[in-house]
C-alpha cells in the first residue's frame, strides 16, 4: 500500500513538474515574440527619423552649394572685370 501511494506521489510530482516546466516556456516564447516586435519597432522608427535626417541634411547641402556657386560666380565676373579694365588701362598708358 505505501508502495502504491510513493508511486502515485512520484508520479503526481513528474506531471507537476511537466506542467510547470510547459508553463515557463511558454511564457519564454510570449517574451522572445514581444521582444521581437519591440525590437522591429524600434528600427523602423529609427530609420525614419534617419530617412528624415537624410533629407534635411541633403537639402541644406544643396542650398549651401547654390550659394556658394553664387558667390564664385560673382567672383569670378568681378575679376574678370577688374583684370578687362586693367588691360585697358595699360593699354591706354602703353599708347
Known amino acids: 500500500m505505501k508502495s502504491r501511494l510513493v508511486a502515485i506521489l512520484v508520479a503526481m510530482i513528474v506531471c507537476l513538474g ?6 515557463v516556456a511558454t511564457d519564454v516564447g510570449k517574451a522572445g515574440t ?7 519597432v524600434a528600427a523602423q522608427k529609427t530609420a525614419h527619423g534617419t530617412e528624415k535626417a537624410a533629407d534635411k541634411t541633403g537639402d541644406a ?14 567672383g569670378v565676373k568681378e575679376i574678370g572685370h577688374g583684370a578687362k579694365k586693367g588691360a585697358d588701362k595699360a593699354a591706354d598708358a602703353v599708347k
Do not use: E, M
Not at 514581444?34 to 522591429?40: A, I, L, M, Y
Open 61 to 74: 547641402t544643396k542650398d549651401a552649394a547654390k550659394k556658394t556657386g553664387h558667390g564664385i560666380k560673382k
Open 34 to 40: 514581444d521582444t521581437g516586435h519591440d525590437t522591429k
Open 18 to 23: 511537466s506542467v510547470v516546466y510547459s508553463q
